[in-house]
């Protein structure tokens, strides 16, 4: 079954179950490291709004994604990150890793909170050791973060088949409560597990204002886009480029983020360098976190070809500083999007692209301007819906009610 609640159960559901309270998160990437895009943002997220009756333990890598130079922290013991507790563990080092596991045990966590499906040392291995009594017996609850899609499925295709037959033949696949964060993902996750798992469905958290920022006024005659995500197939920043090869009217697209699939990058540097003169495209870099929002709100429109996200920080962010998003149906913002705010391109074809941003650069400055508002009115109404518990909450209280019907 989905679980959802509205807004006025959280106090009382919390006052039930004070006396769960440690914690402990499984992530493969933790702030300070940025690589990792949104997810790295939604454990955040998670840890820093949790309810106070609840105490976090995080134990995560000591390097950013795909580095081998670790972060600039204290690694291999318990240190502080904006309050939290947390353990950057060397996980090439079966010792150090081990040593972790160990350290988390200690704390006797009653949560255990997975941050992806398919991580072998911060998923996969705590599964195996609780199936074998080294936990004791804590709440289970995992995080896919989309994982289960079609399109991310595919790739590394076998491991990941082999690695499913083994979780369902351990059973594990009904001993743990699935955190979906869109509605898209409770179908994934049914699809692959069956109708009998236990799906808690709740958004990601955003830690972002409740009001936008008001859009800048800008006055230049050319139309300035920005793509923000990782360089990789799945994100699609090929197919705007592509697409810009059919724009006939003067643009600027700037591009950040890391460049993960050093051959798909590859490739998007090459067609950028075989645009016409009047298509301006610049590749940035990775932009820190602190800088996401400033650096959007300096532009009229977001593209994001994305063939997939279960929840999309980015677009919040985008909307939060009065940036539109143009991007697919592939994402829980469909609808919102639709009402003002943003453009939702059919699928994921260069020439459906093209058609889209020809469309958006027939807007004057004043329209786009009022277009950056209608963005602003989006975020508002994102905002005003009726808050939801934590999730931690709403796993308690799931998994006191199975124990009890």
């Known amino acids: 079954m989905n679980v959802a609640y509205d807004a006025q159960l959280a106090e009382h559901l919390l006052v039930r179950y004070m006396q769960m309270t440690s914690v402990m998160v499984f992530t493969a990437l933790f702030p300070p490291a940025v690589k990792g895009g949104g997810p790295i943002r939604s454990v955040e997220a998670v840890v820093s709004s949790h309810p106070k009756e609840f105490t976090p333990f995080v134990v995560t890598s000591d390097r950013d994604l795909h580095e081998a130079v670790p972060l600039g922290v204290d690694r291999n013991q318990w240190t502080k990150y904006e309050g939290v507790s947390v353990r950057y563990t060397t996980l090439a080092s079966p010792v150090q890793l081990f040593r972790g596991l160990l350290a988390a045990r200690s704390v006797q966590p009653e949560i255990l909170y997975f941050n992806s499906f398919f991580t072998p040392a911060l998923t996969i291995l705590p599964l195996l050791l609780w199936r074998v009594g080294f936990w004791g017996k804590p709440l289970l609850l995992l995080a896919p973060r989309g994982e289960f899609g ?59 204002p409740s009001e936008p920022t008001a859009p800048n006024d800008f006055h230049g005659e050319m139309p300035r886009l920005i793509f923000l995500g990782r360089i990789v197939e799945h994100k699609g920043p090929f197919i705007a480029l592509e697409a810009l090869r059919h724009c006939s009217k003067p643009i600027s697209l700037d591009i950040f983020g890391p460049s993960e699939d050093r051959a798909y990058a590859a490739k998007c540097e090459y067609i950028a360098g075989k645009l016409p003169p009047h298509i301006d495209v610049k590749f940035k870099g990775l932009l820190e976190p602190h800088e996401v929002r400033s650096q959007l709100a300096l ?21 939060s500083v009065s940036c539109p998003v143009i991007t697919t149906p592939l994402t829980p913002w469909t609808e919102l999007l639709s009402g003002g705010g943003g453009i939702i391109v059919p699928d994921r074809s260069p020439t459906r692209w093209a058609e889209a941003i020809n469309e958006f650069t027939q807007l004057d400055a004043h329209e786009r301007h009022a277009f950056r508002l209608s963005a602003a009115d989006c975020y508002r109404r994102w905002c005003a819906r009726p808050s939801t518990p934590h999730v931690w909450v709403l796993a308690v209280d799931a998994n006191q009610r199975v124990h009890t019907d």
């Open 150 to 208: 079609g399109g991310a499925l595919s790739r590394r295709g076998r491991k990941k088949q082999l690695y499913i037959r083994l979780f369902r033949f351990l059973r594990l696949h009904r001993s743990v409560m699935w955190h979906a964060t869109a509605r898209h993902e409770v179908d994934d996750l049914r699809r692959v597990w069956g109708n009998d798992i236990e799906v808690i469905l709740r958004e990601d958290q955003a830690l972002l």
């Open 299 to 319: 532009y009229d429109a977001m593209l994001m070809p994305t063939a997939g996200e279960n929840f999309g920080h980015v677009i919040a962010e985008a909307l």
